[in-house]
Nanobody, 121 residues
Framework: QVQLVESGGGLVQPGGSLRLSCAAS????????MNWYRQAPEKQRELVAR???????EYADSVKGRFAISRDNAKNTMYLQMNSLKLEDTAVYYC???????????????WGQGTQVTVSS
């Protein structure tokens, strides 16, 4: 059983910073792409940032230059440093990993439970 646990959400003023973490535990053979998604009230879930197994990041246009994604493969952990936060960044943030549990297994999607980020003055 694989579990993804997020942490680091909270309430922050506009212009502030937060750092999210997502740690995976359980039986894991390999982790491929790691993703951060977010979902604001009454909106669809959207991809915020992703990072490949080789460490290459990609960002949504709305967060480029403000957010930085990173990963520590030894700890099966992904991070999202969020700077210059805006009101519109308010959402529940979810981590998503593409994981192989066994060498001969097919890669599967795993999701964290979500962490609330609220940007408000």
């Amino acid at each position: 059983q694989v579990q993804l646990v997020e942490s680091g959400g909270g309430l922050v003023q506009p212009g502030g910073s937060l750092r999210l973490s997502c740690a995976a535990s359980g039986r894991i053979f390999s982790i491929y792409t790691m993703n951060w998604y977010r979902q604001a009230p009454e909106k669809q879930r959207e991809l915020v940032a992703r990072i490949t197994s080789g460490g290459i990041p990609e960002y949504a246009d709305s967060v480029k230059g403000r957010f930085a994604i990173s990963r520590d493969n030894a700890k099966n952990t992904m991070y999202l440093q969020m700077n210059s936060l805006k009101l519109e960044d308010t959402a529940v943030y979810y981590c998503n990993y593409i994981i192989k549990i066994y060498q001969n297994d097919s890669p599967r999607n795993y999701w964290g439970q979500g962490t609330q980020v609220t940007v408000s003055s």
